[in-house]
C-alpha cells in the first residue's frame, strides 16, 4: 500500500492510495480531479473509486468533476449530502481493493455523517493507515458542528483512539502548527507537545506537509485525545470527558480567533466563487 499526500488549495490535504501489485487506486477526499488524474497517471495506476470523509464543499467538491472525467467511478460515503455519491455505506462495513482492507467508520462530532477509513493489508509488515478526514488532525481536532459533544468524545476516544497505535493518521488539513500552539497552551509541560511544536515548526519553514503522525504520538500531544489527562481536566475546569472536550472546542475557537482574524465560511466561500452573492452588502 503506497499513499501519495497531495496537499490541494490553502491548507487541505488529498490522498491516493494505490494497491502496488493490482496497480488500483482509491482517492480520499477529491478536491482538484484533474490534479488527481494527472498523479494517478504518472504513477501508472486504475483509478476506481473515491472514499469521501464528509460533505463539506473542499473535500467532495470534485467528485462530480472526477466522474465527468473518468466515467464508471465509485464515489462512496457516509452522508447522502456528499456531491456525486454513488455508494452509500454503513458503520462497520468493509471493503476490499486487492490485498487492501478498508473499515468505515461512523465518526460524527464534526459533520453527523463523517466517516473515518482505516485500512491494512493482509501479511504485510507495513502499519494500517486512518484517513480521518476532519474528525481528527494532527494535535488537533475539526470544529464540533454537528451532533454533540458526547458524540465527539466517543468518535475520538472509544471510535478512533482505540485503533493500533501504530496506525499512521492522514488527517484532511494542514492544521498541525496552529493545533500545536494551542496544545502547548493547554499543557505548557509537556515534553512531547513541546518536541512536536519546535518539529512542526520547522516543517513549516520548509513548506513541507506534517503527515502522517500516527495514534501513538497523537495520544502523547493531542489534547482532544487526552481529556482523561489530569492537566487537560485542570485547564478546563470539567472532569466528565465530554465535557472536558466540549471545553478545549470552545477555548481552541477563541484561541484561533486571538492569532488570526476570522476567515469566511466555507459556504460564503463558494456562494462567491460561484456570484450567488452578487452585489449584497
Known amino acids: 500500500m503506497k499513499v501519495k499526500v497531495i496537499p490541494v488549495l490553502e491548507d487541505n490535504y488529498m490522498y491516493l492510495v494505490i494497491e502496488e501489485d493490482t496497480r ?13 488524474l494527472e498523479i494517478a497517471g504518472r504513477e501508472g495506476v486504475s483509478l476506481t473509486t473515491v472514499l469521501t470523509t464528509h460533505h463539506h464543499w473542499d473535500h467532495a467538491r470534485g467528485n462530480v468533476e472526477l466522474a465527468r472525467l473518468q466515467p464508471g467511478m465509485v464515489v ?7 456531491c456525486g455519491l ?16 478498508v473499515r468505515c ?20 509488515l507495513d502499519p494500517p493507515a486512518l484517513f480521518s478526514g476532519d474528525a481528527l488532525s494532527v494535535a488537533g481536532c475539526g470544529w464540533h458542528l454537528e451532533g454533540t459533544a458526547q458524540q465527539m468524545y466517543q468518535s475520538l476516544t472509544e471510535m478512533l483512539g482505540t485503533l493500533p497505535p501504530q496506525t499512521k493518521v492522514f488527517c484532511g488539513h494542514e492544521h498541525t502548527l496552529h493545533n500545536l500552539e494551542f496544545a502547548h ?5 509537556n515534553d512531547h507537545v513541546r518536541a512536536k511544536l519546535s518539529w512542526a515548526q520547522k516543517r513549516d519553514e520548509d513548506d513541507v506537509p506534517t503527515v502522517p503522525s500516527t495514534l501513538g504520538e497523537e495520544l502523547l500531544y493531542n489534547p482532544f485525545l487526552r481529556v ?9 475546569g470539567k472532569v466528565a470527558p465530554a465535557e472536558v472536550l466540549e471545553v478545549l ?33
Not at 460524527?108 to 493482509?122: A, I, N, Q, R, V
Not at 482523561?228 to 478546563?236: H, I, L, N, S
Request: hydrophobic share 40%.
Open 24 to 36: 488500483e487506486a482509491v482517492a480520499v477526499d477529491v478536491a482538484v480531479p484533474k490534479r488527481l
Open 76 to 82: 462512496m460515503g457516509g452522508d447522502e449530502r456528499i
Open 86 to 101: 454513488t455508494r452509500m455505506l454503513v458503520h462497520e462495513e468493509e471493503l476490499r481493493f486487492g490485498a487492501i482492507h
Open 105 to 124: 467508520l461512523l465518526t460524527p462530532g464534526h459533520t453527523s455523517g463523517h466517516m473515518s477509513y482505516f485500512l491494512w493489508e493482509d501479511e504485510s
Open 185 to 189: 497552551t493547554v499543557e505548557p509541560h
Open 228 to 236: 482523561a489527562e489530569e492537566a487537560v481536566r485542570k485547564f478546563t
Open 249 to 281: 472546542c470552545r477555548e481552541r475557537a477563541c484561541f484561533q480567533q486571538a492569532v488570526e482574524p476570522p476567515q469566511p465560511q466555507p459556504q460564503a466561500l463558494l456562494a462567491l466563487q460561484w456570484g450567488l452573492l452578487g452585489h449584497q452588502k
